[in-house]
């Protein structure tokens, strides 16, 4: 059984960082844009990982320019964009895909491992969120319009495992 920590992706600074690296946390993932009308979640996703980590949360961004052309920047722009206006302090990567031929293998995992409704692989929209276990396995997948403040009761659940 695959799970989350045998994959690895690139950071905005261009370091490679194993997924291992967040064992034994509750992992979010998300792909995010800096045009989209979800944006402001941001905001939300910052909240819950200053109220969390410590106890053991991890939130991932993964820019993605597929929905709408919402995040045209490079990675540089996008971190600047993240900092001057929501000052995240968690970690975000490289700009990638997560439909298509080329979407990244670890989005090809969550889809495969958590589908949309009515059984659907792909990505609906920016601002999709996975929920991963402590053990690495897929939790939960959430739709854009999920807030962030709506997911808190299941990763208190999660960290208290």
């Known amino acids: 059984m695959s799970n989350f920590y045998q994959f690895e992706a690139t950071d905005f600074k261009g370091d490679n960082i194993s997924m291992s ?3 034994g946390k509750v992992v979010l993932v998300v792909n995010t844009a800096s045009a989209c009308g979800f944006t402001p979640q ?3 996703l910052q909240k819950l990982y200053g109220q969390y980590q410590e106890q053991g949360l991890e939130v991932l961004a993964f820019p993605c320019n597929q929905f ?3 995040e045209k920047g490079s ?3 996008i971190k600047s964009f993240c900092d001057l206006n929501f000052n995240i302090s968690f970690p975000l ?3 990638i895909e997560v439909n298509g031929d080329n979407a990244h293998p670890i989005y090809q995992h969550l889809k495969q ?3 949309g409704i009515l059984g659907t692989k792909k990505i609906k929209w920016n601002f ?3 929920l991963i276990g402590k053990n690495g396995q897929v939790i ?3 739709a854009p319009t999920t807030k962030p403040q709506d997911i808190e009761a299941d990763i208190k659940a999660e960290l208290a495992k």
């Open 113 to 115: 491992e958590a589908p």
């Open 128 to 130: 999709t969120k996975f």
């Open 21 to 23: 690296s967040y064992e």
């Open 140 to 142: 939960k997948r959430y």
């Open 75 to 77: 990675d540089d722009e």
């Open 68 to 70: 709408g052309k919402q």
């Open 93 to 95: 990567f490289s700009k």
């Open 42 to 44: 941001y905001e939300g």
